[in-house]
């Protein structure tokens, strides 16, 4: 009989990215596929090879996630809610931890062959959009277009027809269409990571005088689980300096997620130490930075392998 580990745990880093795309969180993420290896291993034995290990996976981690999504709310990003401010003046709303708010994933827990390549299928932006869809819809779409699994294949893995499947893809890409382009994966330039050094350099001194020649002058900036957003490069860089930046406030440590730069963000607590706030997106269109996606969530710096506390 087959071996339970060696016939699964290779498509591990693939089944999180599977169930991250469907839910939009990380943590809902690592939960829905636990859920699913103890699904498969309590099956295991009728499995008996009669599909490959991995669509039996992918069926059981495709049902798992459909049936969490029926009590689920979509998960959108404040960009996906109302518009942006372009003055950095104006009020800013208090935090909304009602709302189910998108999430990032760590490049570390991905396949880094898959992310390497532009093939992961984990770009924010991406991610973002496919929350506008109807779970199923979601599901078909990125069985088809991202994992390329044949529509028969997805219909039986989803227990339809294949022109049900077409119909849902068809559905599914019209309304993509419909919500703008959507970034693709496409491997970054050479030449980001001076930019980025400098971003870092200009945040901690509290400059935002230097964070403007980095910044595109249509550059956004929004910060979950805070509604209000901005756009445009006074406006961002205007809240940044007045609302944000201090002098001594800020540590970033870099690392990576969705396949695209991040920065891990600790405060000063006063007593000469640094704890967990967040985690930063970058966005960058050539060497500058299109947009700014600051996850104020303190949970999410352990899910990146850091520690909660730095030292001074």
Not at 296 to 311: E, R
Request: neutral net charge; contains cysteine.
């Amino acid at each position: 009989m087959p071996d339970f580990t060696a016939e699964t745990e290779p498509f591990r880093p693939e089944l999180l990215a599977h169930c991250y795309r469907l839910l939009g969180s990380i943590h809902d993420a690592e939960d829905l596929v636990q859920e699913t290896y103890l699904r498969a291993w309590r099956a295991f034995g009728g499995f008996e090879g009669r599909s490959s290990a991995r669509r039996w996976l992918y069926k059981i981690a495709t049902t798992a996630c459909l049936t969490a999504l029926e009590t689920r709310a979509r998960r959108p990003l404040p960009s996906g809610l109302g518009a942006p401010a372009d003055d950095h003046r104006v009020a800013v709303a208090a935090a909304d931890p009602s709302v189910p708010w998108l999430q990032p994933i760590p490049d570390a827990l991905l396949d880094p062959a898959a992310v390497v390549a532009g093939r992961a299928g984990v770009r924010l932006a991406f991610i973002a959009a496919l929350q506008l869809l109807p779970a199923r819809q979601r599901a078909v779409l990125t069985l088809r277009d991202v994992l390329a699994f044949g529509t028969g294949e997805v219909a039986e893995l989803l227990g339809t027809t294949p022109a049900a499947v077409d119909s849902a893809l068809r559905r599914a890409r019209g309304r993509l269409a419909e919500a703008g382009p959507v970034e693709a994966d496409l491997a970054e330039p050479a030449g980001q990571g001076p930019v980025l050094d400098r971003y870092v350099d200009a945040f901690v001194r509290a400059d935002p005088g230097a964070l403007v020649t980095l910044l595109r002058a249509d550059v956004e900036l929004e910060m979950p689980p805070i509604p209000t957003w901005f756009t445009g490069r006074d406006a961002v860089t205007g809240f940044l300096g007045r609302r944000v930046l201090r002098p001594g406030a800020w540590r970033l440590v870099p690392t990576r997620a969705n396949g695209q730069p991040a920065l891990l963000e600790y405060t000063a607590t006063g007593d000469g130490r640094f704890e967990a706030h967040g985690v930063q997106l970058l966005t960058l269109t050539g060497t500058r930075i299109a947009r700014i996606t600051a996850f104020n969530d303190a949970t999410l710096v352990p899910v990146f392998g850091a520690h909660a506390m730095l030292g001074s």
